[in-house]
């Protein structure tokens, strides 16, 4: 169906969690005839593939409090739709097994004082008693979360969307942003192959493709491409009951949480490979994200720290292995803002640095602030799209650099 001229207060381009958050904040806080367009369907991106850990203490402090308003977001969105996010609250346990990541919980300990955000110490009984498959004896110091969640993703999106269309917004899919239309440094439009939408705010929240369009309107963003994966084990009652909580273990680059009485785990690659935005399929692709067998090379090379904690792991079934893209920063921080005098009216609203589920809300709310000039909730400076400067994101050296941030990541999913 053609959609003709039409005239917006604002696009959002991108029905992922974080395009379908903004849409809502931006249609709450009062702008007219938001309109929030994919070129598939709501959450059928990268979301879909997330792993969906809402971890709510980071190492990178400043994403904390970004992370608490999609929390906060999650319960208003549930009472305005009266749907559920399948939110599962049962919380993160930071393991150190090592001198040098106990030292990082202190880090942990004091960010979430400053952050009022309550956290237990456990012991090894309690450690074990929480996660029958662990090796607790090789755990130095465990710290509990017990209010963290996670979600599903793809469903996040869509209660987002649904909220947005009750605030007011119009949701568009199927349909996908061809062109971005400036005039005189000033966005006016944007073209898609149903028709032209007038508005004078457009926020680029499309993922993996972000720069794809706005290198049309010479704003680079700096993140690239980045594969994220994991994998799911045959159910196991005994060892993964369902209100297991979810752990970080930097000492084996690995991350879990409970999925369909089985467990879910991530191990981060010390390589991940990374991928020039003009490959990507437009849906994401496990096939061509990895064979098979690349799968499991993956496992035979990373996962021997991961089973050197996991006393029964090598008996263990493989039930799935997922594989989606990431959009990963140099420094791991998302990406938002704009740059009035290159493309007034555009904002960034991506490089989600694996945490674009947990951070979504923070975000949405961060842009419909900037785009209505109220005063930021938060402090915007870690994330701003012109912190990084002198870099093509289309090159294989920058997309490198982004790479590494993913390997280096400690915490989250
Ligand atoms: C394996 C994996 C595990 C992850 N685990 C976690 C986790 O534990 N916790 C966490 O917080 N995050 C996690 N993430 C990250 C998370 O998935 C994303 O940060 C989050 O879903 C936000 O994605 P997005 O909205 O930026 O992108 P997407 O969901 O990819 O949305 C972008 C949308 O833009 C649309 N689009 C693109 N180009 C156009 C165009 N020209 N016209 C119209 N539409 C267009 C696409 O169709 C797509 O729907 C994980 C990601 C992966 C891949």
């Not at 879909?48 to 906060?72: F, G, N, Q």
């Not at 440094?185 to 007038?198: D, L, R, S, V």
């Not at 089985?262 to 064979?291: I, M, W």
């Amino acid at each position: 169906m053609d959609i003709e001229t039409k005239k917006a207060g604002a696009v959002v381009i991108g029905a992922g969690t974080i395009g379908a958050a903004t849409a809502w904040h931006l249609a709450k806080r009062g702008v007219r005839d938001v309109m929030l367009v994919d070129r598939n369907q709501v959450g059928t991106g990268n979301t879909s593939k997330a792993a969906s850990l809402m971890t709510s203490i980071r190492h990178k402090e400043a994403m904390v409090p970004l992370i608490k308003e999609t929390y906060d977001n999650i319960d208003e969105i549930e009472n305005l739709t009266g749907e559920s996010v399948g939110k599962q609250t049962v919380g993160t346990l930071h393991i150190a097994a090592s001198q040098t990541t106990s030292r990082t919980l202190d880090q942990l300990r004091e960010i979430a004082d400053r952050h009022q955000v309550p956290y237990q110490e456990l012991d090894i009984e309690q450690l074990q008693e929480k996660l029958p498959w662990y090796n607790a004896e090789k755990a130095v110091r465990t710290l509990f979360f017990e209010h963290d969640a996670f979600v599903d993703a793809y469903v996040l999106a869509k209660v987002f969307a649904e909220a947005a269309k009750k605030e007011g917004a119009l949701v568009i899919q199927n349909t996908e942003v061809l062109e971005l239309v400036r005039q005189n440094k000033t966005m006016t439009a944007i073209k898609t192959n149903k028709g032209t939408i007038e508005t004078p705010i457009v926020v680029d929240a499309a993922g993996a493709w972000a720069n794809q369009l706005s290198l049309q309107v010479n704003v680079p963003i700096p993140m690239a491409p980045v594969r994220s994966i994991y994998w799911i084990t045959e159910k196991n009652e005994n060892l993964f009951p369902k209100d297991q909580p979810m752990v970080s273990m930097p000492d084996a680059m690995a991350y879990s949480r409970p999925e369909a009485g089985g467990l879910l785990f991530g191990l981060r690659e010390e390589n991940s490979p990374h991928f020039h935005p003009d490959e990507l399929e437009k849906a994401p692709n496990s096939e061509f994200l990895g064979n098979p067998e690349d799968q499991w090379d993956i496992i035979m090379e990373h996962g021997q720290d991961f089973a050197s904690f996991f006393p029964g792991f090598e008996e263990l079934g493989i039930e799935n292995c997922i594989t989606g893209i990431s959009t990963y920063t140099p420094d791991g921080y998302y990406t938002f803002g704009e740059l009035p005098n290159v493309a007034k009216g555009f904002y960034v609203a991506a490089g989600c640095s694996g945490a674009g589920v947990a951070g979504s809300g923070g975000i949405g709310r961060m842009i419909s602030e900037m785009v209505l000039g109220q005063e930021l909730y938060a402090d915007p400076s870690a994330f701003l799209v012109d912190r990084i400067t002198d870099f093509d994101p289309m090159s294989e050296a920058f997309g490198q650099r982004c790479a590494d941030a993913r390997s280096k990541k400690k915490d989250g999913g």
